[in-house]
């Protein structure tokens, strides 16, 4: 069974929007939620990650909104730009061990000029 | 300051035939880790190694798939008797203990025909 839920699967945003990717999780033994960007051809590389005893984590134009009590996060990309075009994947891990790290299944994001 | 290199890039193999898959961990990491990658979904873990020693092979198919991380030279990951939907992408990843971040190479795009 999935792990951790992502949506949505696609996502075309304006240059200059917001976009808005969602996660959910069921397991409450989570206690590391990363989200990794991967562009065409390449692996995934760790974009920011966050720890639920905050609520809200920022990078720059990347920010992690983290819900503890639904257990849902989220990332927003603020001032979005073409080249932040690619697959973002949120996960999971519990104890941030590696080898129990749980992969959403994708977002597409599409900035378009 | 390499990354993590994996090669072959492109692997293509007939049914029945065998798929090896090799993988250097970035310098100073220990800690190798397979995942693999089908079509429209996010990576599952597969197994988690460091010398000389599978440390945790819970994602791996039971049959035809094997790894291993010699004293010397690179992981490897190999799949006997490959089938159609064996098709992916596979990713290693290293890390200098056991716990993340992870750093991801860019993958061996399997296909099978």
């Known amino acids: 069974q999935q792990q951790v839920k992502q949506s949505p699967q696609s996502l075309i945003v304006q240059k200059g929007g917001i976009s808005i990717i969602n996660c959910a999780y069921e397991n409450t033994a989570f206690d590391y939620f990363p989200w990794y960007q991967q562009f065409p051809g390449k692996g995934p590389a760790l974009l920011i990650a966050i720890r639920p005893d905050v609520s809200e984590k920022k990078e720059g134009r990347f920010t992690i909104s983290f819900n503890k009590s639904a257990k849902q996060f989220s990332l927003h990309i603020m001032d979005s730009q073409p080249g932040d075009s690619a697959t973002y994947f949120c996960?999971?891990?519990?104890?941030?061990?590696?080898?129990?790290?749980?992969f959403g299944t994708g977002t597409r994001l599409t900035v378009i000029p | 300051n390499a990354g993590v290199m994996q090669n072959p890039r492109h692997l293509v193999r007939r049914r029945g035939q065998e798929a090896r898959l090799r993988c250097s961990p970035m310098?100073?990491?220990?800690?190798v880790y397979w995942y693999r990658q089908l079509p429209e979904e996010g990576l599952k873990f597969m197994v988690y190694?460091?010398?000389?020693?599978?440390?945790?092979e819970s994602g791996m198919p039971k049959e035809r798939f094997s790894a291993e991380f010699p004293k010397e030279g690179p992981s490897i990951l190999r799949i006997q008797q490959v089938v159609r939907g064996d098709s992916a992408a596979y990713f290693c990843?290293?890390?200098?203990?056991?716990?993340?971040?992870?750093?991801f190479g860019n993958g061996t795009r399997l296909t099978v025909t």
């Open positions: 310098k100073g990491h220990s800690h």
């Open positions: 990843a290293s890390s200098s203990d056991r716990v993340l971040p992870l750093h």
């Open positions: 996960a999971a891990s519990v104890d941030s061990w590696a080898n129990n790290l749980f």
């Open positions: 190694l460091q010398k000389e020693n599978i440390i945790d």
